[in-house]
C-alpha cells in the first residue's frame, strides 16, 4: 500500500462517526410508517437514549466524533444536536428527508441539501462542512454540489481505505471512504417492517470483525471509519463494545482517533490539489449491454 502520510508519527487513523437517522430512514421508505408510534419509537431511541449514551462514551474515552444528521432529525431533536455541538463533535450534513440521492433529480438534491443546511444553521449557528449521502449514495452530481454549497469534505464512497481528494469540477473535496463491513447497521438492525435487516448479532462478533479490520488496516496505513446508528448502536452493549475498539485501538498504539474534520483538515494539507482524482463517473458505450 502506498504511503499516506500520518500526523505526529501515527501510522494510521481510526474515526468514530454516528449517523443520527431516527424516523428518517423509515419515512424516506414509506412516509405512511409515521402512524405506527411503536417504530417510530423504535427510531427515537437514537437521539433520545442512544446520543446521550454515546456522547458519555466519547467524553469518558477523550474521543472526539463526527455526527451526521438529516435536517428532519435536527428539526424533530434540536437540543440533541446543540448538545453534539456543545460537546465539541463534529456536526455534518446527511441531507434533509434521509431519501437516496440516486431517487431524487439533480434539482431535487439541490432543494434537500439546501434545506438540511438552512436547519442545520438556524440550530448551531454554523454551516457544516462535512457530508455524508443519506444511505451513502451520492451520485455523479453531489460531488459538484457540495463545493457549490461550501463543503470541504465528504465520506460516503468505498473506492479506497485511505483519505484521497476528490476533484467535483466546482471544487476539491477530501473523500474519507467508508464500507459496510464498519457500519453497525448490517450487524443490529432489526424491524418487522420495514425491511431493514434481519439479523441481530453478538456484539462480541462486531468486535472480532471491528478490531480485525484495525489491526489490519493499521498495518498498512489505513483509514477506519466506523459508522454508528444511535437507534441501533445507543444500545447498552453495544456502546460497551465501540469503547472496546477504541481501547484497542489505544492499546496497539500509534492510531490516531479523529474526528473526520481533522482528518479531512490534514488530507487536504498533505496531498497536492494536483493528485485529485476526478468523480469516477462510469460510462457506457453504446451497445454492451443491450440484448
Ligand atoms: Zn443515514
New binding site residues.
Given amino acids: 500500500m502506498g504511503g499516506f502520510s500520518w500526523p505526529d508519527g501515527h501510522r494510521a487513523a481510526l474515526a468514530l462517526t454516528f ?1 443520527v ?1 431516527a424516523e428518517s ?1 423509515i419515512l424516506a421508505v414509506d412516509p405512511a410508517y409515521a402512524r405506527r408510534l411503536t417504530t417510530m419509537s423504535h427510531q427515537a431511541y437514537g437521539p433520545k437514549v442512544g446520543v446521550p449514551r454515546i456522547l458519555r462514551m466519547l467524553e469518558r474515552q477523550g474521543v472526539t466524533g463526527s455526527f ?1 444528521v ?1 435536517g428532519l432529525t435536527a428539526d424533530r431533536y434540536p437540543g440533541m444536536v446543540e448538545a453534539v455541538v456543545a460537546a465539541g463533535h463534529d456536526l455534518g450534513h ?1 441531507g434533509y428527508s ?1 431519501v437516496p440521492y440516486h431517487a431524487l433529480s439533480d434539482d431535487d438534491q439541490r432543494r434537500d441539501v439546501e434545506r438540511a443546511l438552512a436547519s442545520l444553521e438556524r440550530i448551531t449557528g454554523r454551516r457544516p462542512e462535512g457530508f ?1 449521502a ?2 451513502w449514495e451520492l451520485t455523479d452530481s453531489t460531488p459538484a454540489l457540495l463545493a457549490e454549497h461550501g463543503f470541504t469534505w465528504d465520506s460516503s464512497m468505498m473506492d479506497d481505505d485511505r483519505p484521497y481528494l476528490l476533484d467535483s469540477g466546482k471544487g476539491i473535496l477530501a473523500e474519507l471512504p467508508v464500507h459496510w463491513m464498519l457500519d453497525d447497521w448490517e450487524q443490529y438492525a432489526f424491524l418487522p417492517e420495514p425491511h431493514i435487516g434481519a439479523v441481530i448479532e453478538s456484539p462480541a462478533k462486531v468486535l472480532d470483525l471491528w478490531t480485525g479490520e484495525l489491526d489490519a488496516l493499521a498495518a498498512e496505513g489505513g483509514l477506519m471509519v466506523v459508522t454508528s ?1 444511535p437507534f441501533l448502536s445507543g444500545r447498552a452493549s453495544r456502546v460497551a463494545t465501540l469503547e472496546r475498539v477504541v481501547e484497542h485501538a489505544r492499546a496497539a498504539g500509534g492510531i490516531w482517533i479523529a474526528p473526520l474534520s481533522a482528518i479531512a483538515a490534514h488530507t487536504r494539507a498533505v496531498v497536492a490539489e494536483a493528485d485529485a482524482r476526478p468523480v469516477p463517473s462510469v460510462h457506457i458505450e453504446e451497445g454492451i449491454y443491450e440484448r
Fill in positions: 449517523d437517522d430512514a451526521f438529516p446527511h434521509h455524508r443519506p444511505w446508528h
